[in-house]
């Protein structure tokens, strides 16, 4: 019943900027914990970062630190990441993710914890 759908990926050069987008379907977004995770061919999918229903609480892979930054607005039933920086080792699909969490500060970093997920976006950063 719940659905993702991510948006905002494309072709941007190193240094550059991307804002990705994830809406969600469903009146109960604000009971969601979500997360955004990346993915090349040939590697496990990873998680990018994460936040908790409230916003308190956010998670960054070490990698994305000081670049990247999640946030979400629970009135627009929208997660979004944030991409500055960007580096030609960011090139990936992009995924959403969310999962039902009884917890209002909890957060979740690894890919079996989330229920849901968006269909992703390519994004591609040039050198």
């Known amino acids: 019943q719940v659905q993702l759908v991510e948006s905002g990926g494309g072709l941007v050069q190193a240094g550059g900027s991307l804002a990705l987008s994830c809406a969600a379907s469903?009146?109960?977004?604000?009971?969601?914990?979500m997360g955004w995770f990346r993915q090349v061919p040939g590697k496990e999918r990873e998680s990018v970062a994460a936040i908790s229903r409230n916003s308190i609480s956010t998670y960054y892979t070490e990698s994305v630190k000081g670049r990247f930054t999640i946030s979400r607005d629970n009135a627009k039933n929208t997660v979004y990441l944030q991409m500055n920086s960007v580096k030609p080792e960011d090139t990936a699909v992009y995924y959403c993710?969310?999962?039902?969490?009884?917890?209002?500060?909890?957060?979740?970093?690894?890919?079996?914890?989330?229920?849901?997920w968006g269909q992703g976006t390519q994004v591609t950063v040039s050198s």
């Open positions: 993710a969310g999962k039902y969490s009884v917890i209002p500060g909890g957060y979740y970093s690894t890919r079996d914890a989330y229920h849901y």
């Open positions: 469903g009146r109960t977004f604000s009971m969601y914990a």
